[in-house]
């Protein structure tokens, strides 16, 4: 099984600030990487798919990159709302792994 | 507009079945080439991917639940349900059901608001 490590765990940022989420996945992934949004309470959202594509209506200060088994999410300057945790996700061989989430805090 | 609603017991007892159900409107369950996802997040923790069916039965399970997991549809409701059978006290999480967003792109894009299931006796 294909596991995916996102890093940091936890990341402390200010409004404005361009900020990088890492997925690192423990063997070749194929393109299909996406990134969710959760907020508490709430189901979470998708951002991007197929590593870079984002998804209507998300604003594009977020992009996403990457290939292999190294992909990344970044937030150019980060927002109010932008404030929540972040999951990477993998598909392959019908099967899906999400990572273990990046909570992004205000400083 | 889709929409994605789950229901079932809040509470289960250790050893039990639990058993939710996902009613879909806004659309058939039977059109197109969608998958239909179950996915679960205990309090606190990350999400994980439970397993997944297509209209016509086919499905497809996280390996570390296979044995456990029964995924089925029900067309005429417009309802697809799970079981997890010999549930322990780590079954207990916010259970979500979700749906690709297209034929051709595995993400889940709509997402019912999930359901709390405690395992407890």
């Known amino acids: 099984d294909i596991q995916m490590t996102q890093s940091p765990s936890t990341l402390s940022a200010s409004v404005g600030d361009r900020v990088t989420i890492t997925c690192r996945a423990s063997?070749?992934?194929?393109?299909?990487l996406a990134w969710y949004q959760q907020k508490p309470g709430k189901a979470p959202k998708l951002l991007i798919y197929?590593?870079?594509t984002l998804e209507s209506g998300v604003p594009s200060r977020f992009s996403g990159s990457g290939s292999g088994t190294e992909f990344t999410l970044t937030i150019s300057s980060l927002q109010p709302d932008d404030f929540a945790t972040y999951y990477c996700?993998?598909?392959?061989?019908?099967?899906?792994?999400f990572g273990q989430g990046t909570k992004l805090e205000i400083k | 507009q889709l929409q994605l609603q789950e229901s079932g017991p809040g509470l289960v007892q250790p050893s039990e079945t639990l058993s939710l159900t996902c009613t879909v409107s806004g659309g058939s369950i039977s059109r197109n080439n969608y998958y239909w996802g179950w996915i679960r997040q205990p309090p606190g923790k990350g999400l994980e991917w439970i397993g997944s069916i297509y209209y016509s039965g086919i499905t497809y399970s996280n390996p570390s639940l296979k044995s456990r997991v029964t995924i089925s549809v029900d067309t005429s409701k417009n309802q697809f349900s799970l079981r997890l059978n010999s549930v322990t006290a780590a079954d207990t999480a916010v259970y979500y059901c979700a749906r690709q967003g297209s034929a051709t792109t595995p993400e889940f894009v709509y997402w019912g608001q999930g359901t709390l299931v405690t395992v407890s006796s």
């Open positions: 996700q993998q598909f392959d061989n019908y099967l899906y792994t």
């Open positions: 197929k590593t870079s």
């Open positions: 063997q070749t992934v194929s393109k299909w």
